[in-house]
Nanobody
Framework: QVQLVESGGGLVQAGGSLRLSCAAS????????MGWFRQVSGKEREFVAA????????NYAEFVKGRFTISRDNAKNTVYLQMNSLKPEDTAVYYC???????????????????WGQGIQVTVSS
C-alpha cells in the first residue's frame, strides 16, 4: 500500500514558477514509477510527466517539455515537479501517481495507475 500526499500548489502569475512535492509512504516507493497528471473540471485527467524507479528515465507531455522537470529523492520518499514559465492554461488540479508496473513511457498512455494522491490546485493568473 502506498499513500501519496501532494504539497506546493497555489496561485502564481504567468511566467512564474512553482515546485510541487509528493511525499509517499511505504517501503516500496523506490521501486515504483512515479508521475504527475492534471485535471481541469469537466475534462479528462491528462498525463504531465513520469520518472522511473531510479530516476534514469523521464517522460514528459509535449505541452510541458522545456518548462517542467520531474525528479525524485528515494531517500526522502519524495517526487518533485518543478514548473517554470507557467501559463494560465497550466491551471488545474495536479495529481501525484505511483505504479509498480508501468514505466515512465507507458504511464503516458492514460490515467490508469495503482495509486493517486488527493490532488492539489495550481492556479496561474494572466
Amino acid at each position: 500500500q502506498v499513500q501519496l500526499v501532494e504539497s506546493g500548489g497555489g496561485l502564481v502569475q504567468a511566467g512564474g514558477s512553482l515546485r510541487l512535492s509528493c511525499a509517499a509512504s511505504g517501503r516500496t516507493f523506490s521501486t515504483y514509477t512515479m508521475g504527475w497528471f492534471r485535471q481541469v473540471s469537466g475534462k479528462e485527467r491528462e498525463f504531465v510527466a513520469a520518472i522511473s524507479w531510479n530516476g534514469g528515465s523521464t517522460n514528459y507531455a509535449e505541452f510541458v517539455k522545456g518548462r517542467f522537470t520531474i525528479s525524485r529523492d528515494n531517500a526522502k520518499n519524495t517526487v518533485y515537479l518543478q514548473m517554470n514559465s507557467l501559463k494560465p492554461e497550466d491551471t488545474a488540479v495536479y495529481y501525484c501517481a505511483a505504479d509498480p508496473v508501468r514505466t515512465a513511457q507507458t504511464m503516458a498512455l492514460g490515467p490508469i495507475v495503482g495509486y493517486w494522491g488527493q490532488g492539489i490546485q495550481v492556479t496561474v493568473s494572466s
